[in-house]
């Protein structure tokens, strides 16, 4: 066995032995092939180079010739390069021109690179930084505002709370003061009584000064204001005016009677004596009294009850702006004495009328229904015939009137025609009339030109039903009033379908006193007043 195992590392070195031989002779082999080429290159080299040797020893201006050629090739191919490249890529641009690069070496651009990236990144730390700074700005502005909502909405919910606070005062106040004042009513103690100037003020009684719903005023206050010259006696006391004109007016103390110009007036109130002094009702002065002004301001809670009484300046404007003497308009009353009228023959004037019926007697009345000159009573008043201004008259009477309101002044012969036409109204059924409007000055007049409203002749007044004015839907009363005024001396002064005529609208309870000749005759020609003056050229009879 032992034998065996000889044979066979034996066997084996020599395998080894053999292959290593064999490697070394291949590698002997190849180092003389490398070698032998080596020497053949350099051969080659050599032959080149002796070559060239030999050609540039030949001809130097051929050689001068070839390098220039060369040169030349060379020249063409870097630039035939370049185009390419150029194609190939994209020029880039100057970072700090902002142009493509011209004649830059490769070294500027790239120093130029490498600022332009240097510049990028510190530009993104300095939006980096920038950016977190905005973040901690916007953290903190958002916190602030958080801030503000909430002390806004704590403000809000303050605010609230302080507004329904005094909101629940304010009602507790409100209804303890309606308990005390349902449980204690205001007492009126005294009033500002002012004559004159604001110098003569004086506090006297309420109950002095208001009875029974009615305001007076002292009478003796009045008189020494406007000088009036006192007679009579403690029943009867007459003032007599200092002014143009001597007017009276007889007062029966204690009564509502009394005499204006000797023409009989009944007093809203009675007048009455206390403490020595005589007390006339406030609405007397106010109604039948020129020259004189007396206001009334009732109590509020505010201020206490105020009555005034002074003279009527006819030139205040110019006393305000250039303190001028005051000017004072004469001191009397609207109603003056009228004469007696004589009767007329009324057949003289046209026989027809002689045959007009009435269920009154007419004889008391008939000389005021038609007037002496028969056309005496025609002016017309209207926006084309214009007043000159406050007309004065002698013969202003109160007009009879069922409504027991304030006094309507008239003219004397338009309220005793009227007088007539109520009662025969009544005779005839028409029970319900009651009178408004009457005799106004400037001063009183409601329209926008006052020179334009015919009450300033005294001579117009408004008929109402039951205190209402007279509908336009041609009810019974107005039309027993368009078909008897007539008779009376009246015209429905604004009758319908004359609109354009008059200026006025359709007004059935508007009715003129013109004299029953005139009103007759205009009532049967269908006309109006305009038109009745104009057809028959009566402007000769008109004054303004």
């Known amino acids: ?97 902002g142009k493509p690069y011209k004649n830059d070496s490769e070294k500027d651009r790239k120093r130029l690179t490498d600022d332009k990236g240097k510049k990028l990144r510190e530009s993104y730390k300095k939006e980096k930084s920038t950016s977190e700074h905005e973040k901690e700005r916007e953290d903190r502005t958002a916190i602030r505002a958080q801030i503000r909502r909430k002390l806004t909405r704590f403000g809000l919910a303050a605010l609230a709370s302080v507004a ?38 004086v506090r006297i009684s309420y109950a002095t000064l208001v009875r029974g719903g009615a305001v007076y005023v002292c009478g003796n206050d009045v008189v020494t204001l406007c000088g009036f010259t006192v007679t009579g006696n403690n029943k009867e006391i007459k003032y007599i005016s200092p002014d143009k004109g001597n007017d009276t007016v007889l007062f029966y103390a204690g009564t509502i009677c009394a005499e204006v110009n000797k023409t009989a007036i009944r007093l809203a109130s009675p007048t009455y004596y206390e403490d020595g002094k005589f007390y006339i009702p406030m609405e007397f002065f106010v109604d039948y009294s020129t020259g004189i002004v007396c206001e009334y301001e ?71 229904i038609n007037p002496t000159d028969t056309y005496s009573y025609i002016t017309a008043i209207n926006a084309d015939r214009k ?116 200026g006025e609208k359709y007004k059935p309870f508007t009715i003129r006193y013109v004299g029953r000749y005139a009103a007759i005759r205009m009532n049967g020609a269908g006309m109006c007043l305009e038109e009745f003056t104009e057809a028959y050229d009566l402007y000769r009879y008109m004054s303004y």
């Open 298 to 368: 009732p109590e509020t809670e505010e201020s206490r009850c105020k009555i005034t009484v002074y003279k009527k300046i006819l030139n205040e404007s110019a006393v305000k702006l250039s303190g001028a003497s005051p000017l004072y308009e004469p001191v009397g009353f609207r109603i003056k004495q009228a004469e007696t009228l004589d009767k007329i023959d009324e057949s003289a004037i046209d026989p027809s009328l002689s045959d007009i019926n009435y269920k009154i007697d007419i004889s008391s009345y008939i000389g005021y």
């Open 387 to 502: 007043a000159s201004g406050t007309y004065t008259f002698s013969d202003l009477t109160p007009a009879p009137s069922q409504s027991g309101d304030k006094a309507v002044l008239l003219r004397k012969n338009a309220a005793k025609a009227l007088e007539a036409l109520i009662a025969e109204a009544r005779a005839d059924g028409a029970v319900g009339f009651a009178v408004s409007g009457g005799y106004i000055t400037v001063e009183d007049s409601d329209k926008e030109d006052p020179t334009s409203d015919e009450r300033l002749l005294g001579l117009t007044v408004d008929m109402a039903e039951n205190k209402q004015k007279l509908s336009a839907d041609e009810t019974a009363m107005a039309n027993w009033l368009k078909d008897n005024a007539a008779r009376f001396g009246f015209i429905v002064r604004y009758p319908k379908d004359k609109e354009k005529i008059t």
């Open 164 to 201: 329904a606070a005094a909101v629940l005062f304010a009602a507790s106040v409100a209804a303890i003061y309606i308990i005390l004042g349902m449980s204690k009513k205001v007492e009126h103690k005294n009033i500002a009584y002012r004559i004159g100037s604001t110098k003569n003020e």
């Open 1 to 97: 066995m032992k034998n065996d195992l000889d044979k066979e590392l034996f066997g084996e070195f020599d395998f080894m032995y053999r292959h290593k031989a064999a490697l070394e002779k291949q590698k002997k082999e190849e180092e003389e092939k490398r070698r032998a080429e080596e020497e053949a290159e350099l051969a080659r080299i050599n032959a080149e180079r002796e070559a060239q040797r030999k050609a540039e020893e030949e001809s130097e201006p051929k050689k001068k010739a070839k390098k220039k050629t060369q040169k030349k090739e060379k020249q063409k191919t870097e630039k035939k390069s370049d185009r390419v490249e150029e194609k190939k890529t994209a020029p880039k641009i100057h970072p700090k021109y």
